[in-house]
Protein backbone atom coordinates (compact mmCIF):
# COMPACT_ATOMS: atom_id res chain seq x y z
CA UNK A 1 0.00 0.00 0.00
CA UNK A 2 1.72 3.56 -0.97
CA UNK A 3 1.59 5.98 1.75
CA UNK A 4 -1.74 7.85 0.25
CA UNK A 5 -4.08 4.36 0.47
CA UNK A 6 -2.32 3.89 4.05
CA UNK A 7 -3.51 7.31 5.26
CA UNK A 8 -7.07 6.95 3.11
CA UNK A 9 -7.73 3.45 5.37
CA UNK A 10 -6.69 4.91 8.96
CA UNK A 11 -9.04 8.08 8.01
CA UNK A 12 -11.81 5.91 6.81
CA UNK A 13 -11.50 3.57 10.20
CA UNK A 14 -11.34 7.03 12.04
CA UNK A 15 -14.57 8.86 10.57
CA UNK A 16 -16.41 5.18 11.03
CA UNK A 17 -15.94 5.21 14.31
CA UNK A 18 -16.74 8.75 15.45
CA UNK A 19 -20.28 8.63 13.18
CA UNK A 20 -20.83 4.97 14.64
CA UNK A 21 -20.23 6.27 18.16
CA UNK A 22 -22.47 9.63 17.24
CA UNK A 23 -25.33 7.69 15.50
CA UNK A 24 -25.84 5.57 18.86
CA UNK A 25 -26.66 8.15 20.86
CA UNK A 26 -30.09 8.07 22.12
CA UNK A 27 -30.67 4.87 21.83
CA UNK A 28 -29.79 1.37 23.04
CA UNK A 29 -29.43 -0.26 18.84
CA UNK A 30 -25.78 -0.56 20.00
CA UNK A 31 -26.80 -3.33 23.09
CA UNK A 32 -27.83 -5.62 19.99
CA UNK A 33 -25.77 -5.54 16.94
CA UNK A 34 -24.12 -8.25 15.97
CA UNK A 35 -21.51 -9.06 12.99
CA UNK A 36 -23.00 -11.90 10.86
CA UNK A 37 -22.67 -12.78 6.90
CA UNK A 38 -25.64 -11.01 7.17
CA UNK A 39 -24.64 -7.84 8.50
CA UNK A 40 -21.39 -7.59 7.13
CA UNK A 41 -20.28 -7.27 3.34
CA UNK A 42 -17.42 -7.96 0.97
CA UNK A 43 -13.94 -10.22 1.92
CA UNK A 44 -15.32 -10.26 5.79
CA UNK A 45 -19.13 -11.58 4.72
CA UNK A 46 -17.31 -14.55 2.69
CA UNK A 47 -14.66 -15.31 5.77
CA UNK A 48 -17.31 -15.25 8.49
CA UNK A 49 -20.08 -17.50 6.16
CA UNK A 50 -16.99 -19.74 5.80
CA UNK A 51 -16.40 -20.22 9.22
CA UNK A 52 -19.84 -21.05 9.86
CA UNK A 53 -19.81 -23.46 7.27
CA UNK A 54 -17.28 -25.73 8.55
CA UNK A 55 -18.85 -27.41 11.37
CA UNK A 56 -16.50 -25.87 13.42
CA UNK A 57 -17.80 -27.58 16.51
CA UNK A 58 -17.65 -31.09 15.74
CA UNK A 59 -14.15 -30.54 14.25
CA UNK A 60 -12.98 -29.30 17.10
CA UNK A 61 -14.42 -32.08 18.98
CA UNK A 62 -12.47 -34.33 16.75
CA UNK A 63 -9.59 -32.01 17.02
CA UNK A 64 -9.17 -32.16 20.47
CA UNK A 65 -10.89 -35.43 22.18
CA UNK A 66 -10.99 -38.95 21.97
CA UNK A 67 -12.41 -41.49 23.10
CA UNK A 68 -9.98 -43.49 25.35
CA UNK A 69 -9.90 -47.25 25.93
CA UNK A 70 -12.24 -47.34 29.19
CA UNK A 71 -15.05 -45.46 27.25
CA UNK A 72 -13.92 -41.78 28.48
CA UNK A 73 -13.65 -39.40 26.62
CA UNK A 74 -10.61 -37.21 27.13
CA UNK A 75 -7.94 -34.65 25.63
CA UNK A 76 -5.79 -35.80 22.42
CA UNK A 77 -2.31 -34.58 23.72
CA UNK A 78 0.15 -34.11 20.63
CA UNK A 79 1.82 -31.12 18.72
CA UNK A 80 -1.48 -30.36 16.75
CA UNK A 81 -3.34 -29.54 19.87
CA UNK A 82 -0.58 -28.28 21.86
CA UNK A 83 -2.16 -29.85 24.90
CA UNK A 84 0.31 -31.30 27.79
CA UNK A 85 -0.15 -33.32 30.85
CA UNK A 86 -0.14 -31.07 34.45
CA UNK A 87 0.90 -32.60 37.59
CA UNK A 88 -1.33 -34.68 39.58
CA UNK A 89 -1.54 -31.81 42.60
CA UNK A 90 -2.39 -29.01 40.18
CA UNK A 91 -5.23 -30.83 38.18
CA UNK A 92 -6.59 -31.43 41.71
CA UNK A 93 -6.53 -27.90 42.10
CA UNK A 94 -8.30 -27.09 39.10
CA UNK A 95 -11.08 -29.75 39.45
CA UNK A 96 -11.71 -28.64 43.21
CA UNK A 97 -12.54 -25.25 41.62
CA UNK A 98 -15.42 -26.80 39.47
CA UNK A 99 -17.89 -26.39 41.91
CA UNK A 100 -21.25 -24.41 42.26
CA UNK A 101 -19.68 -22.28 45.78
CA UNK A 102 -16.27 -21.56 43.66
CA UNK A 103 -15.92 -21.01 39.74
CA UNK A 104 -19.90 -21.91 39.53
CA UNK A 105 -20.72 -18.78 41.65
CA UNK A 106 -18.37 -16.09 39.68
CA UNK A 107 -20.84 -16.97 36.26
CA UNK A 108 -23.92 -14.78 35.45
CA UNK A 109 -26.86 -16.72 37.00
CA UNK A 110 -29.54 -14.64 33.54
CA UNK A 111 -28.66 -13.99 30.20
CA UNK A 112 -28.32 -15.83 27.03
CA UNK A 113 -28.68 -20.13 27.20
CA UNK A 114 -27.48 -19.25 31.20
CA UNK A 115 -28.93 -22.82 32.61
CA UNK A 116 -28.34 -23.72 36.31
CA UNK A 117 -25.47 -25.64 37.93
CA UNK A 118 -25.66 -29.22 37.03
CA UNK A 119 -23.47 -32.05 38.80
CA UNK A 120 -23.29 -34.11 35.98
CA UNK A 121 -22.95 -31.58 33.10
CA UNK A 122 -20.03 -29.93 35.57
CA UNK A 123 -18.38 -33.32 35.69
CA UNK A 124 -15.03 -32.74 34.79
CA UNK A 125 -13.26 -35.55 32.53
CA UNK A 126 -9.50 -34.20 31.98
CA UNK A 127 -7.42 -31.57 32.31
CA UNK A 128 -4.51 -30.64 30.24
CA UNK A 129 -2.29 -27.77 29.43
CA UNK A 130 -2.21 -25.61 26.55
CA UNK A 131 0.92 -24.39 25.03
CA UNK A 132 2.36 -22.29 22.72
CA UNK A 133 -0.73 -20.08 22.20
CA UNK A 134 -2.14 -16.51 22.24
CA UNK A 135 -0.78 -12.87 21.09
CA UNK A 136 -1.04 -10.51 23.96
CA UNK A 137 -0.96 -13.41 26.58
CA UNK A 138 1.64 -15.78 24.81
CA UNK A 139 3.43 -17.57 27.58
CA UNK A 140 0.93 -17.08 29.98
CA UNK A 141 -0.49 -20.51 31.96
CA UNK A 142 -3.11 -21.84 30.40
CA UNK A 143 -5.76 -25.13 30.65
CA UNK A 144 -8.17 -26.71 28.70
CA UNK A 145 -10.46 -28.68 31.10
CA UNK A 146 -12.92 -30.80 29.71
CA UNK A 147 -16.62 -31.19 31.01
CA UNK A 148 -18.90 -33.97 30.87
CA UNK A 149 -21.58 -31.95 29.36
CA UNK A 150 -22.11 -32.07 25.88
CA UNK A 151 -23.21 -28.83 23.27
CA UNK A 152 -26.08 -29.66 20.59
CA UNK A 153 -24.46 -29.45 17.38
CA UNK A 154 -26.41 -30.25 14.38
CA UNK A 155 -28.42 -32.82 12.34
CA UNK A 156 -26.73 -34.56 9.75
CA UNK A 157 -28.71 -37.46 8.27
CA UNK A 158 -31.37 -37.21 10.92
CA UNK A 159 -28.61 -37.97 13.80
CA UNK A 160 -27.84 -35.38 16.22
CA UNK A 161 -24.39 -34.80 16.52
CA UNK A 162 -22.86 -33.24 20.04
CA UNK A 163 -19.76 -33.05 21.60
CA UNK A 164 -18.07 -32.10 25.24
CA UNK A 165 -17.64 -28.80 26.74
CA UNK A 166 -14.10 -27.30 27.06
CA UNK A 167 -13.49 -24.95 28.96
CA UNK A 168 -10.84 -22.52 28.64
CA UNK A 169 -8.62 -21.66 31.77
CA UNK A 170 -6.61 -18.45 31.39
CA UNK A 171 -4.43 -16.82 34.17
CA UNK A 172 -5.12 -13.05 34.08
CA UNK A 173 -2.12 -10.42 34.85
CA UNK A 174 -2.70 -7.17 36.83
CA UNK A 175 -3.75 -4.54 34.65
CA UNK A 176 -1.81 -1.66 33.39
CA UNK A 177 -4.21 0.46 34.65
CA UNK A 178 -4.37 -1.05 38.04
CA UNK A 179 -0.20 -0.29 38.11
CA UNK A 180 -0.89 3.20 37.97
CA UNK A 181 -3.92 3.51 40.47
CA UNK A 182 -1.61 1.56 42.94
CA UNK A 183 1.10 4.51 43.03
CA UNK A 184 -0.71 7.68 42.32
CA UNK A 185 -4.26 7.01 43.20
CA UNK A 186 -4.63 5.42 46.25
CA UNK A 187 -8.57 6.32 46.56
CA UNK A 188 -9.58 5.39 43.28
CA UNK A 189 -7.77 2.55 43.79
CA UNK A 190 -9.65 1.15 46.93
CA UNK A 191 -12.62 2.10 44.40
CA UNK A 192 -11.02 -0.20 41.99
CA UNK A 193 -10.78 -2.99 44.32
CA UNK A 194 -14.19 -2.79 45.89
CA UNK A 195 -15.43 -3.41 42.61
CA UNK A 196 -13.61 -6.52 41.01
CA UNK A 197 -12.39 -8.90 43.80
CA UNK A 198 -9.60 -10.15 41.13
CA UNK A 199 -8.12 -9.49 37.84
CA UNK A 200 -9.74 -12.30 36.09
CA UNK A 201 -13.34 -11.34 37.65
CA UNK A 202 -12.19 -7.73 36.01
CA UNK A 203 -11.82 -9.82 32.54
CA UNK A 204 -15.38 -11.67 32.88
CA UNK A 205 -17.05 -8.25 33.62
CA UNK A 206 -15.20 -6.70 30.85
CA UNK A 207 -16.42 -9.87 28.04
CA UNK A 208 -19.90 -9.44 29.75
CA UNK A 209 -20.00 -5.56 28.80
CA UNK A 210 -18.81 -5.75 25.42
CA UNK A 211 -20.63 -8.16 24.05
CA UNK A 212 -24.38 -8.94 23.79
CA UNK A 213 -24.12 -12.54 23.99
CA UNK A 214 -21.92 -13.19 26.41
CA UNK A 215 -20.61 -17.02 26.56
CA UNK A 216 -22.70 -18.38 29.67
CA UNK A 217 -19.66 -19.76 30.42
CA UNK A 218 -17.56 -16.81 31.69
CA UNK A 219 -16.40 -16.33 35.13
CA UNK A 220 -13.34 -17.29 37.01
CA UNK A 221 -10.98 -19.56 38.70
CA UNK A 222 -8.43 -18.62 41.81
CA UNK A 223 -5.67 -21.62 41.87
CA UNK A 224 -2.96 -20.95 44.68
CA UNK A 225 -4.15 -17.31 45.10
CA UNK A 226 -3.65 -16.32 41.16
CA UNK A 227 -6.75 -15.55 39.59
CA UNK A 228 -7.81 -17.63 36.14
CA UNK A 229 -10.60 -16.23 33.83
CA UNK A 230 -12.94 -18.90 32.73
CA UNK A 231 -14.49 -19.06 29.17
CA UNK A 232 -15.89 -21.60 26.72
CA UNK A 233 -12.94 -22.81 24.14
CA UNK A 234 -15.10 -21.47 21.25
CA UNK A 235 -15.29 -23.40 18.03
CA UNK A 236 -15.20 -20.60 16.03
CA UNK A 237 -11.89 -19.80 16.42
CA UNK A 238 -9.92 -19.00 13.16
CA UNK A 239 -8.25 -15.80 11.24
CA UNK A 240 -8.63 -13.52 7.85
CA UNK A 241 -5.22 -13.99 6.25
CA UNK A 242 -5.11 -9.81 5.51
CA UNK A 243 -2.55 -10.58 2.67
CA UNK A 244 -5.62 -11.66 0.57
CA UNK A 245 -6.70 -7.96 0.62
CA UNK A 246 -4.51 -7.01 -2.37
CA UNK A 247 -7.44 -4.67 -3.17
CA UNK A 248 -7.02 -1.06 -1.59
CA UNK A 249 -11.29 -0.76 -2.01
CA UNK A 250 -11.45 -4.26 -0.52
CA UNK A 251 -9.49 -3.31 2.29
CA UNK A 252 -11.12 -0.16 3.12
CA UNK A 253 -14.67 -1.61 3.27
CA UNK A 254 -12.83 -4.52 5.71
CA UNK A 255 -11.49 -1.69 8.36
CA UNK A 256 -14.93 0.24 7.85
CA UNK A 257 -16.81 -2.89 9.15
CA UNK A 258 -13.76 -3.75 12.28
CA UNK A 259 -14.54 0.01 12.88
CA UNK A 260 -18.12 -0.08 13.37
CA UNK A 261 -17.27 -3.32 15.82
CA UNK A 262 -14.84 -1.84 17.87
CA UNK A 263 -16.87 1.28 17.92
CA UNK A 264 -20.12 -0.69 18.77
CA UNK A 265 -17.90 -2.48 21.74
CA UNK A 266 -17.00 0.18 23.42
CA UNK A 267 -20.31 2.04 23.04
CA UNK A 268 -21.95 -0.82 25.04
CA UNK A 269 -19.32 -1.10 27.56
CA UNK A 270 -19.76 2.92 28.43
CA UNK A 271 -23.66 1.98 28.57
CA UNK A 272 -23.05 -0.69 30.79
CA UNK A 273 -20.71 1.18 33.25
CA UNK A 274 -23.30 4.47 33.45
CA UNK A 275 -25.99 1.59 34.73
Given at each position: MSKDDILEALEAFTYTYVKTCIDYVGGDSALVYELTPNTSTGVLRDFLSNVENKRSQFRQAHKFTEIGDDGARRFVRNEDTRLEDVSPELEAKIRAEVTPLKYGASMMKMGYLVTGWDEDFFTVLDVARRVGSGIGSY???????????????????????????????????????????????????????????????????????????????VGYMVIDGDSYIVRQRSPYKSSLDLGTLTNHRAFTEFVEQIAVVTATAHVRGVSCACE
Open positions: GVDRFYVLLKGEDILIEEDQNVLSASVILDVKFEPISAVSRILDKDDPETKAWYDQMFRNEADRAAAAQRALTSYTDPF
